[in-house]
């Protein structure tokens, strides 16, 4: 296939066909057999505040107009500034330390994860370790605010409640789910 | 249509103005029929077709995004309802069409003789271009008859830009094939 290029006459004759292709006349009275058939829309408050953000609008100002405004605006950034220098949050979310922690004195299991919402119930990043000197399996982690759902998994086959938590949920599955609520910038033990 | 006097009416529609929405219909009828035509072969059932794409865009204009033009979503719905109308008659999205010779424009300024040939070859890549694979027709339509861009080709026919490109650039191909050595000879 030989390359062609838009001055090529072939390609100019197949574009002008296309171009020129004849159109079925559409029914005359199309329009309001569509119209007809429909209901005006009642827009949603949301619909109506949404359409008021997006409405373009126009405005003009002068530089003497503007200047509170631009000023108001330096304060406002330089408060700001100030603002943020203390502790950073992690992705604008604050996080808070959380320790986990599973009784085992016999070290009766082999292997503990802590699966939760906060981490998919993914078992490959939360394996526990074993505290030889208390007999318990602990992991400490750092959790944004807000109430997490979680549960232990024994041996990578056994799900076991936190007996320690609060407040547990069903899973629907017939298991229930330990919840650990965050909300402080203090570190938080189970 | 002006894309920002096409935007307020949309607004308009969906601040409950429902017969702001027959510029639309008027506007776009023509290639949302002719497309159910192509598809079909039959007016009565075409228009059908054309209408329920209407109500379906009436329907969904909340979903629209005005910040891009509404003909690549028009024509993305008219080809969904196309595509569920052959499935639900076991049928391929298939082309059907009269004889393109006999519905062949000129513009009157040509002698018999050249206007005559031109129908009949204008007429049989016209046939042949009917006749393609519609997701090469379609492209080749958006793309030369409504000048659409290869974003807007992608929107209206869901796939990426670079699958528009390869559609529109293969469409052209198979014309090529098909007439190249009439034309090279000419």
Same mark, same amino acid.
Not at chain 1, 92 to 116: C, N, P
Not at chain 1, 128 to 142: F, H, I, P, R, S
């Given at each position: ?40 829309k ?9 359409l ?7 405005? $003009? ?34 996080? $808070? ?12 299991? $082999? ?11 993914? $078992? ?67 | 249509?002006?894309?920002?006097y096409e935007t307020e009416i949309i607004r308009d529609v969906l601040q409950g103005n429902m017969q702001r929405f027959?510029k639309l ?10 497309? *159910?035509?192509?598809? =079909? ?12 794409? +209407? ?24 080809? /969904? ?17 009269? /004889? ?14 050249? *206007? ?27 793309? +030369? ?22 559609? =529109? ?18």
């Amino acid at each position: 296939m030989p390359h062609r290029h838009n001055g090529d006459p072939l390609d100019a004759n197949i574009m002008e066909q296309i171009r020129n292709m004849p159109e079925r006349p559409v029914p005359a009275d199309f329009s309001a057999r569509v119209m007809s058939g429909l209901q005006p829309k009642k827009p949603s408050a949301w619909m109506r505040f949404k359409l008021w953000l997006t409405k373009p609008r126009s405005f $003009t100002f002068t530089p003497l107009q503007a200047a509170p405004a631009l000023a108001c605006a330096l304060v406002l950034l330089v408060f700001g500034f100030y603002q943020m220098q203390g502790p950073s949050p992690e992705n604008g979310v604050r996080l $808070t330390s959380v320790r986990f922690v599973m009784d085992d004195a016999g070290k009766q299991a $082999t292997s503990v994860s802590v699966i939760g919402s906060f981490n998919d119930w993914k $078992t490959e990043e939360s394996s526990m370790w074993y505290d030889q000197k208390n007999g318990k399996w602990v992991l400490e982690a750092k959790l944004p605010p807000g109430d997490h759902e979680y549960v232990f998994l024994v041996d990578g086959n056994r799900l076991v409640p936190d007996p320690q938590a609060a407040m547990t949920r069903d899973d629907g599955f017939g298991n229930k789910n330990s919840i650990l609520f965050v909300n402080g910038d203090h570190e938080q033990h189970i | 249509m002006d894309e920002r006097y096409e935007t307020e009416i949309i607004r308009d529609v969906l601040q409950g103005n429902m017969q702001r929405f027959e510029k639309l219909v008027r506007e776009y009828q023509g290639p949302v029929f002719n497309l *159910m035509f192509r598809t =079909v072969n039959d007016d009565n059932v075409a228009a059908d077709l054309a209408q329920e794409t +209407f109500f379906k865009a009436y329907s969904r204009l909340e979903t629209f995004d005005t910040t891009k033009r509404f003909f690549p979503w028009l024509y993305s719905i008219g080809l /969904n309802v196309a595509r569920d109308h052959l499935r639900s008659r076991g049928r391929d999205f298939h082309v059907y069409m009269e /004889n393109p010779s006999v519905m062949y424009r000129d513009d009157g300024v040509r002698d018999e003789q050249t *206007m005559v040939e031109e129908r009949l070859d204008g007429g049989k890549m016209l046939e042949f271009i009917q006749q393609m694979a519609p997701k090469y027709r379609e492209a080749l339509l958006l793309r +030369f008859k409504h000048g659409l861009s290869m974003k807007e080709i992608g929107e209206a026919l869901d796939i990426t830009v670079s699958g528009a490109k390869m559609r =529109v650039s293969r469409g052209l191909d198979i014309v090529r094939e098909e007439f190249g050595e009439v034309s090279d000879a000419s």
